[in-house]
């Protein structure tokens, strides 16, 4: 890539709008959103480049030697993701190279990748910061290689410096992971500390223990024996089948599948199922087509007869799974069918050698999946400073302590009631079964 140079066209306030500027820090939104930008090119440029910019092979050779695995990274979801996702689309890079010998004279290797978005974009606030853009999962472990780990963090804080930013944002960042280890490691060599801006524990499934012992531990004999009545009861009508599509044709197939079930119930009464906009539709199907052809994807379907009735898209990346989302036929409420499938999707993980660990993505205290999966992450959001005793770093961190407190309460009041409504109706549910 290097000696091509690249455009960043403004797109939808994306982070180009720093690049190349010192005076960030003093300029107006106006002096510096929606200007288009001369990049000089990877790998010693100083703009970040658009993420179509990053060459696939390079990327993906980068994903397999990753020293903490994000399926919502892979090159196939994440460029899905940005060309029509709604909302993330047209995200840039943070790129850290290193020159490999022996080899060509222009060959660069890619050691680091983190795409991210402005902080204007992020929070509608002009402060000169980078924030990890969201993937569509709430994930965003940069790809680091494990080989040269602490180097490629240096060169990705050094190239987010030349674009002009003075701190990095890092959502949902897992705080005991290999990632941040590295993180805090290189900034303490320079006499910094990141700040944790908020952190909360969500569910995880070990995979290398026995399903049945697992299953038996989380939920109880009374509780197992419940759900082995509710699908019976399922079974009446049709016979009970869970079924795992690979294949890219069976996976094309089976998408479709999850996507009307995911708009048959309270996700598109919320406005939230990737099939009522366009874009998110395009973006699960070529992502998930394109995975498959790598062993990347697969969905999960439970059936009742010939009838769907809950599926699910999961994503691998080395040892570990991602449990992306659910969608359930609300039809068959009440014999709990996206219980009874994440039962058949517990085991078949369990069963697989190559998986771990199944990262759920839920959020905290999800009523579903935590009961069932045991195993707990710590994920946060983190400020990394750029550079020591930065002032600018201190109000990033007042803008957006004082954004959470003021969304917060709203936040909370909402999910209140929401639990309350799914709690009502699952009391209906058991009443009536």
Known sequence: MRGAATRCERGSGDVVEIANSAAVGRASPKDVMGKRVQAAAWPDGDALVP??????????????????????????????????????????????????????????????????????RAYRIPLPALVSADPYGTLS????????????????????????????VLRDLPLDGAAMKAIAEVLRHDGIRP??????????????????????????????????????????????????????EAVAS?????????????????????????GDARFIRRASIALAERGRCEIATLHAGEEP??????????????????????????FSPGVQLTLDLTRHLCADSAIAIADSTASPDHPMINPIWRGRLAIGDVLVPLRPRDPAVSLVHAAITLRRLVREPARRAVHFIRNRRQSRQEKRQEKSS
């Open 51 to 120: 993420l179509t910019a990053i060459a696939a092979s390079q990327w993906r050779a980068l994903a397999e030697r990753a020293v903490e695995p994000n399926g919502y990274h892979l090159p196939d979801w994440e460029l899905a993701v940005n060309a029509s996702a709604r909302g993330r689309a047209g995200v840039s890079a943070l790129g850290a190279w290193r020159d490999v010998s022996p080899a060509p004279a222009d060959a660069a290797q890619l050691i680091g990748l983190l795409p991210v978005i402005s902080f204007w």
């Open 141 to 168: 472990t940069p790809l680091l290689d494990r080989d040269c780990v602490n180097d490629a963090v240096a060169r990705l804080m050094r190239q987010a410096r030349k674009a002009g930013a003075r701190a990095l």
């Open 195 to 248: 700040r944790i801006l908020q952190s909360h524990i969500r569910a995880c499934l070990d995979a290398r223990r026995d399903a049945d012992d697992l299953l038996r531990d989380a939920l109880g004999a009374k509780k197992l024996k419940e759900l082995r009545r509710q699908r019976n009861r399922l079974a009446e009508h049709g016979a009970v089948r869970f079924d795992v599509a690979r294949a890219p």
């Open 254 to 278: 089976a998408v479709e599948d999850f996507l009307l079930l995911e708009a048959s119930g309270w996700k598109a009464r919320r406005g939230t199922a990737l099939a009522q906009d366009d």
């Open 309 to 334: 009735v809950a599926a699910a898209v999961v994503l691998r990346h080395l040892d570990r799974a991602f449990y992306f989302k659910l969608g359930v036929d609300e039809r068959f409420a009440k």
